[in-house]
């Protein structure tokens, strides 16, 4: 009986974990260990993938310029359930910031609910409805740069024609609010396009490989099928290489979010008129000053400088409390590609 008890209560305890939405920030918040023994953790949604390769380049900085313990820890692969272990674990040995890239924000709330109970100050970035998150960054807001995203496509398409969405993932917030940006701008913007009604949104799975199969699938199946919005790092290069090995270039067209070096040959040769992007280092750089901000006690609002440039004035989203906005993304083009070094 004293077992079945016993049980009981830890499964009552683990379902109000899980089901009690968002966690106060109750004792996460300022500490009082000495700064030289904080340990800030920053969780990517995949440690192999070049973008997180290159968040890691500003994790270092910033533990470089603060001798504060910062570093970088994330699954090998992009996976929900890999990167929740990897939160579970880092919760285990006793980090007092951890910092996050969801992959899935939803299924991240039970794990991010336990950080902060434990007095573990969380973070976000690309998770602007993350719950159970003290304060979440954004490069910038979501729907315009969807808005821009679309610019670019429509430019290409010359404002005319059939498109569809791309995102890594359908429970992954900021792609999703970029497309969800995109066509209402579209809609707005450019009453010539339509958005392909049978597929308006595929999933890449944050892949190249899974990207460039997907678009020889849809062009061929779509014949009339002119521009792909795409919105994870890997989607314009691997879109780009189906058009070429398709033979389509220059009648079909797509525009995204893009590492330099990775659509450097599709920017010089014109298959792609143009890659955005933020810069992951600096946004990683960002998160460690937040989670610094935080431990330290000091107060967070409108205006607050996180120390680099796109995050020097940073300003609430409407009424939100919690989403911070930086500003600005880079646009990449033929001319600029060589001069980023990554």
């Given at each position: 009986?004293?077992r079945?008890?016993?049980v009981?209560?830890?499964?009552v305890?683990a379902?109000f974990l899980?089901?009690?939405?968002?966690q106060?920030s109750g004792?996460a918040?300022?500490?009082s260990k000495p700064?030289?023994?904080?340990r800030?953790?920053?969780v990517?949604?995949?440690?192999t993938?070049?973008w997180?390769?290159r968040?890691?380049v500003?994790?270092r900085?910033?533990?470089q310029?603060t001798?504060?313990n910062?570093?970088q820890?994330?699954?090998?692969?992009?996976?929900?359930?890999?990167?929740a272990?990897?939160i579970?674990?880092?919760?285990?040995?006793?980090?007092?910031?951890?910092?996050?890239v969801?992959?899935d924000?939803?299924?991240?709330?039970?794990?991010?609910?336990?950080?902060?109970?434990?007095?573990i100050?969380?973070?976000t970035h690309?998770?602007?409805?993350q719950?159970?998150?003290m304060y979440d960054?954004?490069?910038?807001d979501?729907?315009?740069y969807?808005?821009?995203i679309?610019d670019n496509l429509?430019?290409a398409m010359?404002?005319?024609g059939?498109?569809t969405?791309?995102?890594?993932?359908v429970?992954?917030?900021?792609?999703?609010e970029w497309?969800?940006?995109g066509v209402?701008?579209?809609k707005?913007a450019y009453?010539?396009?339509?958005?392909?009604?049978?597929?308006p949104?595929v999933?890449s799975?944050?892949?190249m490989?899974?990207?460039?199969?997907?678009a020889?699938?849809l062009f061929k199946?779509?014949?009339?099928?002119?521009?792909i919005m795409g919105?994870?790092?890997?989607?314009?290069?691997?879109?780009?290489?189906?058009?070429?090995e398709?033979?389509?270039?220059?009648?079909?067209?797509?525009?995204?979010t893009?590492?330099?070096?990775e659509?450097?040959?599709f920017l010089?040769?014109?298959t792609?008129?143009?890659?955005t992007l933020?810069?992951p280092?600096d946004?990683?750089?960002?998160?460690?000053s937040?989670a610094?901000?935080?431990?330290?006690?000091?107060p967070v609002?409108?205006?607050?400088?996180?120390?680099l440039?796109?995050?020097?004035?940073?300003q609430?989203?409407g009424?939100?409390?919690?989403v911070?906005i930086?500003s600005?993304?880079?646009?990449?083009?033929?001319?600029?590609?060589?001069?980023?070094g990554?």
């Open positions: 009986m004293k079945f008890v016993l009981f209560a830890l499964a305890s379902a899980v089901f009690a939405g968002p106060s004792t918040g300022k500490s700064e030289k023994e904080w800030i953790a920053l990517p949604k995949d440690s993938n070049a997180f390769v968040m890691e500003g994790v900085k910033f533990a310029e001798g504060l910062a570093f820890k994330g699954p090998a692969r992009t996976d929900a359930a890999m990167q272990q990897v579970e674990d880092l919760i285990a040995q006793g980090v007092d910031a951890i910092c996050v969801p992959v924000p939803a299924a991240l709330e039970p794990v991010l609910g336990k950080a902060l109970s434990r007095g100050v969380v973070v690309e998770a602007s409805f719950e159970n998150t960054i954004e490069a910038f979501n729907s315009g969807g808005a821009f679309m429509a430019n010359g404002k005319t059939t498109y969405t791309m995102v890594a993932h429970t992954n917030a900021s792609h999703n497309a969800d940006g209402a701008h579209q707005q009453p010539g396009m339509t958005l392909l009604a049978a597929e949104r999933e799975e944050d892949n490989e899974r990207s460039y199969e997907r020889k699938e199946k779509y014949p009339d099928l002119k521009g919105t994870s790092s890997k989607d314009a290069p691997g879109i780009a290489r189906a058009i070429e398709l033979g389509l270039k220059g009648k079909v067209f797509t525009s995204g893009g590492m330099p070096e659509n450097k040959i010089k040769n014109g792609l008129a143009a890659a933020w810069d280092a946004a990683g750089y960002a998160l460690c937040l610094v901000k935080i431990l330290r006690g000091e609002g409108n205006g607050l400088n996180l120390g440039k796109g995050y020097e004035n940073m609430f989203l009424n939100s409390k919690k911070l930086g600005g993304w880079i646009v990449i083009d033929k001319d600029n590609v060589d001069s980023f990554f």
